[in-house]
């Protein structure tokens, strides 16, 4: 991390991951729209947060869910994302996207 700030990548690599991981929240949303078993409450906009738990697990054996919230809740906070997280349920819940306005994946190619 430190070379990375010294050579002045490391927020470009920041960047990089958030957009990384919007995109693999994405794959899994349109995962579970052709998969009904993967559904929360037969309803295709709501991601059981596991989901995207287990295979982050493997790519960051120090993520816990809590961290995991926090990377989502970044996501949406940067409008990279449109939804929100129901911590009771423990789903992230996407915007419903009958609206062109309201797509759960806006076109945004970095956070600001």
Known sequence: ?????????FTVV???RMVTL???VKRVANAIKANPD???MG?????????LFIPLRQWDEELDLDELQCLLANL???????????????VLVLSKDAFPEVNPFPASLVPP
């Open 76 to 90: 949406i906070a940067h409008s990279l994302l449109k939804g929100y997280i129901s911590h009771e349920k423990r």
């Open 1 to 9: 991390m430190d070379q990375y700030i010294q050579s002045g990548v």
């Open 14 to 16: 920041e960047r990089l």
């Open 38 to 40: 993967l559904q929360v």
């Open 43 to 51: 309803n295709n906009n709501f991601i059981d947060l596991k989901l």
């Open 22 to 24: 919007k995109n693999f």
